[in-house]
């Protein structure tokens, strides 16, 4: 069964900083990739995906995430941090046969001024 | 376009009460499904749909029914609510590509008590 991984419940970043967040899949073939942002009280919001191609994509919001076929890694990049990224951040796979999407259990980020 | 709405946005139930949690769409999407997160687990998908008619059970199905008679409407029936129900609910959809995001709506928080 596919399953989804993000080992930080939590981090926090300086203002300015740069981030990574880790994402890490299980699944038998390359699935589609997902990460999505959510903020306090809100649902949520696409920042960016992979299904094929250039491994390195970009999304909104100055974001990007590189996949990782080797390390079944997806992990999400910005090179600096606003205050106004502070949220919540998902990884979300969907299996190639089908539409079921899992999400890992998210990462809360805090940003320190 | 009003997206993906949820009614009501927040409900007190008593133990073995039912209900039903409203969602709409109106982007004619294909793939619907319905969400509940708690804290320190993310979203887990409840029950999903490809289409009016077809449904199928997520990772979380017991104590929930949903039906798809039209493409825009995906109702959630608690058939008889357990304290283990309290959550937040969201309901998401996107087109028929499996590369496609989902859009979601802005959540119910249920609680039972």
């Known amino acids: 069964a596919q399953s989804v991984t993000q080992p930080d419940i939590h981090i926090t970043v300086s203002e300015g900083a740069s981030l990574e967040l880790r994402c890490n899949y299980s699944?038998?073939?390359?699935?589609?990739l997902f990460w999505y942002v959510q903020s306090p009280g809100q649902g949520l919001q696409l920042l960016l995906k992979?299904?094929?191609?250039?491994?390195l994509v970009q999304g909104i919001k100055g974001f990007e995430a590189e996949f990782k076929r080797s390390q079944s890694s997806f992990n999400l990049r910005k090179p600096s941090v606003h205050w106004s990224d502070a949220a919540e951040y998902f990884c979300?796979?969907?299996?190639?046969?089908?539409?079921?999407?899992?999400f890992g259990a998210g990462t809360r980020l805090f940003v320190k001024a | 376009n009003a997206g993906v709405t949820q009614t009501p946005k927040f409900q007190v139930l008593k133990t073995g009460q039912s209900m039903t949690l409203q969602c709409a769409q109106d982007?004619?999407?294909?793939?619907m499904s319905w969400y509940r997160q708690d804290p320190g687990m993310g979203l887990r998908l409840i029950h999903y749909?490809?289409?009016?008619?077809?449904?199928d059970q997520g990772e979380v199905p017991n104590g929930y029914n949903v039906s798809r008679s039209t493409t825009e409407d995906f109702p959630l029936r608690l058939l008889s609510a357990a304290p283990s129900q309290t959550s937040v609910y969201f309901c998401?959809?996107?087109?028929?590509?499996?590369?496609?995001?989902?859009?979601f709506g802005p959540g119910t928080r249920l609680t039972v008590t």
């Open positions: 992979y299904f094929s191609g250039d491994t």
């Open positions: 998401a959809s996107s087109y028929g590509q499996r590369e496609n995001e989902q859009y």
């Open positions: 749909s490809v289409g009016a008619g077809i449904t």
């Open positions: 982007m004619n999407h294909e793939y």
């Open positions: 979300a796979v969907r299996n190639t046969g089908g539409f079921k999407t899992i």
């Open positions: 699944y038998g073939a390359t699935p589609y």
